[in-house]
């Protein structure tokens, strides 16, 4: 998961490497429990011959294409859609196929902030909002597991740095 061992850099460990809650993927899995459902219904009414036999086939091709578009896709895009924390930044990379990253470097933090609503209160994450000085601005990171430690963790790091260039 995470950053691979040739992209962080002498001196630099990690301290968490996170991936949204699988709350992100509930979505998913109501359309693809739907199109079971919808297969079955299909499988079910359709006659095993005749004019109409094709049925079988049509559910099982929309099936497919519904598990696949709206099941395996956000499931890869989640899968891939990574976050990591090091002692010397905050990692984020993204995309099936074609990558994306963004490196904020924690010297250049100016504010960790989380928001929480009832059901990611319930699930246990929330979103983490990241203020640098750059051009970008914030970054915002939905559905963070732990987001209050992760938040703490952050600052704490922020802070070490913060110390370190000071004395």
């Given at each position: 998961?995470?950053?691979?061992?040739?992209?962080?850099?002498?001196?630099?460990?990690?301290?968490?490497?996170?991936?949204?809650?699988?709350?992100?993927?509930?979505?998913?899995?109501?359309?693809?429990?739907?199109?079971?459902?919808?297969?079955?219904i299909v499988l079910q009414l359709?006659?095993?011959?005749?004019?109409?036999?094709?049925?079988?086939?049509?559910?099982?091709?929309?099936?497919?294409?519904?598990?696949l578009v709206f099941g395996a896709?956000?499931?890869?895009?989640?899968?891939?859609?990574?976050?990591?924390?090091?002692?010397?930044?905050?990692?984020?990379?993204?995309?099936?196929?074609?990558?994306?990253?963004?490196?904020?470097?924690?010297?250049?933090?100016?504010?960790?902030?989380?928001?929480?609503?009832?059901?990611?209160?319930?699930?246990?994450?929330?979103?983490?909002?990241?203020?640098?000085?750059?051009?970008?601005?914030?970054?915002?990171?939905?559905?963070?597991?732990?987001?209050?430690?992760?938040?703490?963790?952050?600052?704490?790091?922020?802070?070490?740095?913060?110390?370190?260039?000071?004395?």
């Open positions: 998961m995470g950053l691979p061992a040739d992209q962080i850099s002498p001196g630099e460990h990690v301290v968490l490497e996170m991936r949204e809650h699988w709350k992100h993927l509930l979505g998913a899995m109501v359309v693809c429990l739907a199109a079971l459902v919808g297969l079955v359709s006659p095993s011959s005749g004019f109409l036999a094709w049925l079988d086939t049509a559910g099982w091709l929309a099936f497919a294409g519904v598990v896709w956000p499931a890869l895009g989640w899968w891939n859609r990574t976050y990591t924390l090091t002692n010397e930044r905050l990692a984020t990379r993204s995309g099936i196929i074609r990558r994306r990253g963004r490196d904020i470097p924690l010297t250049r933090v100016n504010d960790v902030a989380f928001d929480q609503g009832l059901t990611d209160r319930l699930a246990g994450c929330g979103t983490l909002r990241v203020s640098a000085a750059s051009e970008e601005g914030t970054v915002v990171l939905k559905d963070i597991p732990h987001v209050h430690a992760v938040a703490l963790r952050m600052n704490e790091l922020v802070r070490a740095l913060g110390d370190r260039g000071r004395g």
